[in-house]
């Protein structure tokens, strides 16, 4: 029961369906609107027309009962006959009242003699034309009054009047007497729905929306299937990738949409080949990197074991050169753990208030025997003094990082220039030298992982390709930024930016 649910809610989570419903409600809300729209519209000009047929009907007859003066004389056989005659051809009836609401003329014989108060007859006796449509039975009623002023310019006043759905129900009233009024002529008479009858409309209506539902259904159906392909099509080529039946680029183009994402997912799979390159890559360095020292101190073990009276220099010089192995494979294996704590979030920070000028030359100090030996000048200017909120392990790695690249990637008798400066808001620190400098091509990816612009250069150094990257994590873990600007043969400078407060979460632009 659960997988049928979950199924369903697939189904109405899909674009095709989606489509397909919207071009559907598109397709048949709006005819089943205009059918009812149309439907009234017929109805009040079908009304309107048969109360007009009516009224014009009731103004003749009126005119003939003013001028014989039929009210007081009821038994004139020609306004009679002329009553009957004109109910006749309505296949209706005609009631003839005074101005009491005594029925003096009925065609159908059957209240002469009574008074009736009927709502629209003591209306009409107000000198208002007024109307009643019993929807249910399919008649019409309509109340028009006999006044002087009908003798005097032959009109009666304007039709008014509210349409129900069956007739009102009679409650007993004072009628007003008009001093014009004569009295009311009413009319009971079929509604003559002369282009077409309710049951021929309705049948012409569910037609016409069975006609639509079907062309609606038909053309969403279609619409969608066609508006989706594309989509379906490309997730198909996306998954052959996957599995390696096809390799990228795609060129599927079937719309300008897909276009864009066949272009999103062809540079995200070259990424992906790139990174994987680089991996590989970094894996052969590594394991190169990681095998060097020990073939080196296994070399110098075995030669010292094969030695029976070594001299004492040549021993210290031996266990100096394993020690530098030594040193060389720790530092490979630290930049490692240091990348996987960082893939695992557990470099969190321990921040605190750390006098930045003071870090710097301690790193600067570290340092300086390698930069002598390279016959690299090192050189530390500070323009204030600057406290900030920081991990002091962590930028101590970062600064480290910067600087001993700047020293190693250099010349004899090149240069590597740090300054440090502040403002309100964030420390500055800048490191540049007029080393080997970094091709063009290769600025934009100097910090992604295994990444190295010379691997020749690096092999020889000794680099993993990690130090950057790690370097701008940290950077961004403090709310900084790195950026970078070089030329290849003329040097390289490095600027940070990183905020003197450390605000948690807060973002720096």
């Known amino acids: 029961m659960k997988k049928k649910k979950y199924s369903l809610v697939n189904i109405f989570h899909s674009l095709r369906m989606r489509i397909f419903l919207l071009a559907f409600l598109l397709g ?10 149309l439907s009234y519209v017929y109805e009040q000009e079908t009304l309107n027309s048969n109360i007009l047929r009516v009224s014009g009907e009731a103004q003749i007859l009126i005119n003939e009962i003013v001028t014989s003066g039929y009210l007081t004389n009821p038994k004139d056989d020609t306004v009679n006959i002329t009553l009957d005659s004109v109910a006749q051809s309505f296949s209706g009836r005609i009631l ?19 008074s009736i108060v009927w709502d629209i007859a003591v209306k009409a006796s107000m000198g208002t034309t007024a109307f009643e449509e019993d929807t249910a039975n399919n008649f019409l009623t309509v109340a028009v009054p006999i006044s002087a002023s009908a003798e005097k310019s032959g009109r009666t006043s304007g039709v008014s009047g509210n349409v129900t759905g069956a007739a009102n129900s009679v409650s007993p009233v004072n009628p007003a007497n008009d001093a014009d009024s004569y009295g009311v002529i009413l009319f009971v008479t079929p509604i003559d729905n002369s282009l077409m009858n309710k049951d021929e409309q309705g049948a012409f209506i569910i037609f016409f929306l069975f006609i639509d539902v079907i062309l609606a259904f038909l053309i969403s159906f279609f619409m969608s299937r066609h508006m989706v392909r594309p989509v379906t099509s490309l997730a198909r080529s996306i998954s052959d990738v996957e599995k390696g039946f ?18 999103a997912f ?6 992906m080949n790139r990174q994987n390159a680089s991996r590989q890559e970094f894996v052969s360095n590594v394991s190169h990197e990681l095998k060097t020292p020990l073939t080196s101190m296994k070399v110098l073990a075995d030669s010292l074991n094969g030695m029976e009276d070594a001299p004492v220099d040549l021993y210290k010089d031996f266990m100096e050169d394993i020690t530098g192995e030594i040193d060389r494979e720790t530092k490979i294996i630290n930049d490692l753990l240091t990348l996987v704590k960082f893939d695992k979030n557990q470099g969190a920070l321990e921040v605190s208030q750390v006098r930045i000028n003071e870090l710097v030359e301690s790193v600067m100090k570290r340092i300086r025997p390698i930069a002598e030996k390279a016959e690299v000048e090192l050189v530390l200017e500070s323009f204030r003094p600057i406290t900030a909120e920081v991990d002091e392990t962590k930028f101590s790695l970062a600064v480290s990082n910067l600087v001993e690249n700047a020293v190693k990637y250099n010349n004899p008798g090149g240069f590597v220039h740090v300054s440090l400066n502040a403002d309100h808001r964030y420390f500055y620190l800048h490191v540049e030298d007029n080393g080997l400098g970094i091709p063009e091509e ?14 020749s250069h690096s092999r020889e150094i000794g680099g993993t ?4 990257s790690i370097t701008q994590n940290v950077i961004r873990m403090h709310r900084g930024e790195i950026k ?7 040097g390289t400078r490095f600027v940070v ?10 973002e720096t632009r």
């Open 266 to 271: 062809n540079s995200y799979a070259e990424e």
């Open 28 to 37: 048949t809300v709006p005819c089943f609107i205009l059918s009812y729209g």
């Open 497 to 506: 930016r990183i905020p003197l407060k450390y605000i948690e979460g807060e």
């Open 484 to 490: 970078v600007t070089s030329k290849l043969g003329e």
């Open 96 to 114: 003839v009242m005074d101005n009491t609401l005594r029925v003096v003329k009925d065609t159908y014989s059957l209240y002469e003699g009574k």
């Open 465 to 468: 390709g990690l130090g950057l």
């Open 246 to 263: 096809v390799e990228p680029p795609l060129s599927e183009n079937r719309s300008a949409e897909t276009a864009r994402v066949e272009a």
């Open 442 to 455: 290769s600025i934009p990816h100097i910090f992604e992982r295994f990444y190295r612009a010379d691997k």
